[in-house]
């Protein structure tokens, strides 16, 4: 997987350089100009216009002359301003303005563009919608997305100032468009001869752009004769890329790449085929395809020349193998040649078959678009022809299945002949045989003569049937009838929604321009000059392989056999797990299930056993029965492969989810060896998941090459760590079960050592065996309503589903939520009794609400369950009725976030969620709500009950106190303080500052419990010390903290004369003392340290650090006589080093410091006056962390010099060792709520 990401990162960049050198001259400046300065009146055009003066030609921005921009008359039915930009030139943004001086303006309007000024197509971003102004001034900007190439555009008004009328002034801003252009009649072609008998290519780059007028041809093709070809082909308005490297069965299996809909529209669509080897980048327009191509090489022979335009028959002249191409292309590059100048300038590599020219010819194919299923008509007077009878011909391209064609009425009334489509079949009385709602163009004709009347489907024979009457003459119905009954013309089921053209009535053909102009026949609901139909399957929305139809107005997913259902096949039909089967009350057996759920993945089956209280998930590979092995050696060794019923990555996925697998490993050996007993190499071995050798067998521990009768110590020759090692002639064992599951399952086997005489090796894998589910009880509890988890914003911008559990008492809360600039998504108890849903994605805020008839704030759990797709969006909350709601056929699609994504609160820190939620799933991954959590203030991993939760509610030492109402965090033990045992304590020192707590007396933070204190007393005597403290300095040498005993020993940690960190342990007064320094850089560089240390016996453990160093003694403190912070003097039996820094103190910010269970800042702020905390100096109540983001410690001459920061300082008002604490602390809540009362949840 990586090697192909990797793959095409390549091809991309080789791409990037191929396209820079063949870009157009207008790629290599800005292509921002305004373009409608130069432009003369006559470029100006209208629908209408409602005075002289508000003619278009006054519609420039900022335009005051005339009527200061352009308004149509108040009667104009479909009003649109036009303009002839002169030549093709590259439009990349547009801006519109209201009307000046008046209430005249435009807030929503489409953008349609041409080359002719008659054939119009629809820009299209999302819904295709522009947003315009708001008032007659301000400018609104738009820059495309991708740029226009044409000569007109035109602006089509849809909503105004409805205190007003539309106004309109416009600029349209880029730059001279340049192009190659040559037109092939469907009779001709381009070959380009090589220089030499064949091309033979690794890498190919072909660019271009074609209109086409047909819906078949063949744009492109070149073959070799040891069977390699490329074909870029129109097949039914698809382009199809035919692509083969060296197979030489050329007829066998060719399989097209298939992009694009509807591309026979006569408008000019982009084409790039990008290959390096076999990987393949295939774009038409915006949509790419990445494939490999078929075949057995990597380059790509092509024998003699590459034709363009058709694929001319040998030695036949103006003969062709498939259709032509009949349309035009320009700009066609192969590997950076410019094909088509090559051909103007007629260069000998380059022949012409047929007529081919060089400008593109612009027939006069009018469409008119029919809007509405209901109101959409088009109604013409009919004579009879000179020869009697009628005959009406006209081509027409729709997606729906059912639609009224044409009605004109009988001469014996009601009765009336219509031809309609019906279940996708042209209908007059009978059916035709093909389908016609395939979006593509087709012919139909119909003509008269006596009683009978003949019909004329595309190429299919016509069809006679047989009327009662004659027809009369009269108005003939196209598409539909008028709302008011008219000569008794009644749509059969629904009006027609699609696209005409060429309309003729007794041969002569109708002009469309005539009838919207009012001098001709009538309408309703159409759009002339362009043609509406839109491939709402392209994207393919299904998910899961879901096959996609659709209609005019919306797209439909068949999910048959996809194992999903929903609008989208977005959700599985299978539980994620056998835990989940068993829940819902199912007993041992097979099942599929779907460990991403909605994700990608895909269901599997495997068996489920219900037998035990552990619910096992057992999956199957190909060779679960005893294998005997021998003739193997390590140069040629034995190797089996595992085939799992499921795929690697559902594999990967059902592990990481359980909460617990192994897989038995059955080996027997007779003089077979897994390990080399000289050297320790491995002869034989186990590939884990990841493709990773494992040399460690059944039942022992990764990362060790030794097997589980080692750990039992129970070998048959305790020389050796495996049984088989011992060589024996007789049969030995080392099965085991394998355990550590981010290994499993076993990939494949390998064994090497069973090429001796009489060695042999018998081995079976058993199943992998998993059970439990993880994602079921993963919680968090929120206790403040201004906290929430944070995770990376959601990728779901197309569909998503969101599903979790809640309890709570609160009577509101927001459960999640993620922004955008202007998007949104959120989910909230927004009453005790209803839950919603909401969201924009650009068409306005949605609201779906569930509402309950009991309270969900009842404590108990509540599931939840919304999804939004581009087809709907639906809520769910237990198993009240489900909510759903359809997305507008024509609105945006796209959910477009940035922001992060809250969970249990929002941005603002408002309407926090307070309770629990747990299972939180979104697409089918289960989000890791307790790993977050745990880093998280005012949230805690797992749904207590109260204090039963995975991780206590009380951080740092703190301890959870159940109450009858809630819980209370005991911070007594704990250096830090605060509800939860999470603010820090913090104490700004200057040179002459010192805090020292004295063990001479029980002592307790917030008690004066003997027997709790001489319990201290006794653990501090013990060899083990835990010590913990934050600090923050830019002084040294400097003295942090030393612990002294009576018998002279002690601890000091100090930074030394360089800044760097050193842990002094003298343990023994006739020895050394040991020395560390975890890290030789500064760490007096006024940024925040965290330093915390553990030591058992002889070992000592900085975890911040990860590092473990080893003492030369195990003694114990004995007797401990005190604990210092900063200055020190006056020490006995100390290091030179040590009495130095001491001397100097500590200039700097300490915080939240712990020795085994004593907190001395904490007990200097609390404890005022106790004789067992002295004071000297000046120490200033502070905040590291503040003071460390704000970086406001500055540098320090080596001089007593205060820190304070305006709080008043605490004083020693006698300079004796007890400490007397003046002044008052501010914010004194920091510190007074050692146990604070939380409400339940």
Known sequence: MELRKLSRL???????????????????????????????????????????????????????????????QATDRQPWMQLDLKDRMEVTAIATQGRYGSSDWVSGYLLLFSDTGRAWKQYREEDGRFVGNVNPNDVVHHKLSHSIRSRFLRFVPLDWNPSGWVGLRVEVYGCAYKSDVTDFDGRSSLLYRFNQKSMSTV???????????????????????????????????????????????????????????????????????????????????????????????????????????????????????????????????????????????????????????????????????FLSSSSSFLSLRATASSLGGFAVRFRFRTWNPDGLLLSTRLALEPQRLELQISNSRLRLTHHTSAQVNDGLWHSVSLSSRGLQVTMTLDNEPPSTIDLEDHMEAGDLYFGGCPSVNVAGCVNPTLAFQGCMRLISVNSQPIDLNLLRQGRLGNYRELQFNTCGIHDRCLPNFCEHAGQCSQSWSTFYCDCSGTGYNGATCHNSIYEVSCEAYRLAGSSSGYFSIDPDGSGPLGPTKVYCNMTEDKVWTVVTHNSTDPIRVQGSTLQKPYIMKFNYSASPEQLIALVAGSEQCQQEVTYSCRKSRLFNTRDGTPLSWWVDQAGERRTYWGGFLPGVQQCSCSLEEN????????????????????????????????????????????????????????????????????????????????????????????????????????????????????????????????????????????????????????????KEASLQVDQLPLRFLEAPSDGHLRLRLNSQLFVGGTAARQRGFLGCIRTLTINGVTVNLEERAKMTPGVSPGCPGHCSSSSSLCHNRGRCVEKNSGYVCDCSQSAY???????????????????????????????NRSSQASSWYRESSRARENMAFSFMTTQSPAMLLTVSTFSQQYIAVILARNGSLQIWYHLHVDRRPDVFSPRPSSLADGRLHRIRLHREGRYIYLQDMNLKYSLTSEAELISIKSLALGKVTGLEAVSEDVMWAGSKGFIGCLSSVQFNRVAPLKAALLNHGSSLVSIRGQLVESNCGLLADSAILHSQSDHSETVGRGKEPLRNASQSNSAVIGGELSNSELLKCSIAKVSVL
């Open 10 to 72: 390549y091809i991309f960049f080789v791409f990037v350089l191929s396209a820079s050198s063949t870009a157009s001259a207008a790629s290599h400046h800005v292509c921002n100009v305004p373009l409608l300065s130069v432009l003369p009146q006559a470029s100006f055009e209208c629908s209408s216009h409602s005075s002289v003066s508000g003619v278009p030609y006054f519609s420039k921005i900022n335009e005051r002359d005339g009527a200061g921009g352009w308004s149509p």
């Open 715 to 870: 070998c048959i020759d305790m020389n050796y760590f495996c049984n088989c090692d011992a060589d024996t002639d007789s049969w030995a064992n080392d099965t085991g079960v394998l355990s550590y599951k981010e290994h499993l399952p076993v990939s494949e086997i390998v064994i090497g050592d069973t090429n001796r005489t009489f060695s042999e090796a018998l081995y079976r894998i058993g199943p992998l065996r998993c059970y439990g589910d993880k994602s079921t009880w993963n919680a968090a509890s929120f206790y403040q309503e201004s906290s929430y988890l944070h995770f990376p914003t959601l990728q779901t911008e197309l569909s998503a589903d969101l599903s979790f559990y809640f309890k709570t008492s609160a009577p509101s809360g927001v459960f999640l939520e993620n922004l955008g600039l202007k998007d949104f998504i959120r989910l909230e108890l927004s009453s005790p009794s209803v839950v919603t849903f909401s969201f924009d994605v650009g068409n306005g805020p949605v609201i779906l609400a569930v509402k309950s008839h009991v309270p969900l704030n009842d404590r108990q759990w509540h599931y939840v369950r919304a999804e939004r797709s581009v």
């Open 203 to 369: 890498k190919d780059v072909i660019s271009l752009r074609f209109k086409s007028r047909q819906a078949e041809g063949v744009l492109l093709h070149g073959e070799g004769q040891r069977g390699d070809y490329i074909t870029l082909e129109l097949h039914r308005g698809r382009l199809a890329l035919y692509l083969n490297l060296g197979e030489l069965r050329f007829s066998s299996g060719r399989v097209a790449v298939t992009l694009g809909s509807l591309l026979d529209d006569q408008h000019w669509h982009s084409v790039l085929i990008e290959r390096f080897n076999k990987q393949v980048n295939f774009t038409v327009d915006s949509h790419t395809e990445h494939f490999r191509t078929k075949g057995e090489g990597v380059s790509l022979e092509v024998d003699y020349e590459l034709s363009f335009g058709g694929i001319p028959l040998p030695g036949k002249p103006g003969t062709f193998l498939r259709k032509n191409f009949h349309g035009c292309i320009e700009n066609l590059y192969y590997n950076g040649i410019n094909v088509i100048d090559l051909a103007k300038r007629r260069k000998p590599q380059i022949y012409s078959v047929g007529n081919v020219t060089f400008s593109c010819s612009e027939p006069q194919l009018v469409s008119t678009t």
């Open 977 to 1007: 303080g605060g509800s939860s045992c999470t603010e820090e304590v913090s104490v700004s020192f200057d040179r002459e500052s010192s805090v020292t707590y004295t063990f001479q007396e029980p002592f307790s933070v917030m008690q």
